[in-house]
Every structure is written in C-alpha cells, then in structure tokens.
C-alpha cells in the first residue's frame, strides 16, 4: 500500500492496490465522526444564536417603535418644556425609523448567507443612525428639561 500526493498544496491522497479493502480510509482517518459532530454542533450553536439575536433585535425594534404613542400619552407639554418635547418627538422619529429598518433587516436576513448580504448591510447602517440620532436627540431633551427645572 502507498500513497502519493499528485498536486503539491492540494493534498490529492490516493490508494492503490491496498489489502484489505478496509485500509483505504487512510484519508478520511478512523476517528472522522467526532471531528464532525463537534463542528455540527459549534455551527448549530452559532444558528441559534445568531436566530436569537434576531429575535432581540425584532423585540427592540418593536418597543422603539412605540416611542411616539408612550410621548403622546403624557399629554401635551407645559409651555417651558415644549421645546424638549418637539425634541422628544424628533428622537422618537429617530428611534422610530432605526425600528423599521431592524425589522425589514429581519425580514430578509439569510443567516447562512455564504457572503455578506449588501442590503442588511444598509438596513443595519440605517438602524444605527436612527437610533444615534434619536439617543442624542432624547439625551439633549432630558439635560435641557433637567435645568429648566
């Protein structure tokens, strides 16, 4: 029995003329099962979290998405806090927008895509600047409202 590698670097194994028969697994070796089920596993964990990271994500995205009607429910805003309001809502938009582009992410995600996909790209991008600006926006109102008073 032998074995010769026929392209340098690419490791072609063949076995000729082997006896018995049962020799021939030189290439895939005897211990071939636990190698794989440990990878099926390791690539089965990072499925599921990469599913559940999605599901936060769409969680999120729904509680943004309620900022505008939890602003309206306190009513309208005194006469020295309309300013902060008016930025309340402007964070809300943001929040609100960051919130639509997670959930159409969501929506075409393929989480075992080969390459990366350009347009979750972009949905991701647009989630971050909506959210960005809204926290800015609702940090400023917050400070402003703090030392009106």
């Not at 099926?40 to 936060?56: D, F, R, T």
């Not at 020295?80 to 309001?85: I, K, P, W």
């Not at 949905?123 to 402003?144: E, M, P, Q, T, Y």
Request: net charge positive; aromatic share 6%; charged share 15%.
């Amino acid at each position: 029995m032998y074995f010769t590698i026929a392209h340098p670097g690419r490791y072609y194994l063949a076995a000729r003329n082997a006896t018995p028969g049962s020799i021939t697994d030189i290439a895939a070796g005897r211990r071939i099962v636990p190698g794989l089920l440990v990878q099926s596993l390791l690539m089965l964990a990072g499925l599921a979290a990469l599913i559940l990271a999605g599901l936060i994500g769409v969680i999120t995205a729904v509680r943004r998405h309620r900022c505008s009607a939890e602003l309206a429910g306190l009513g309208p805003p005194s006469a020295g806090l309309r300013s902060e309001y008016r930025q309340a809502r402007q964070a809300c938009a943001g929040f609100e927008q960051g919130a639509r582009c997670d959930m159409a992410a969501a929506r075409i995600l393929n989480p075992v895509a080969a390459k990366p996909q350009p347009k979750v790209t972009r949905l991701f991008r647009c989630s971050d600047a909506g959210i960005n600006r809204g926290s800015k926006l609702i940090a400023v109102a917050v400070s402003d409202a703090s030392f009106r008073g």
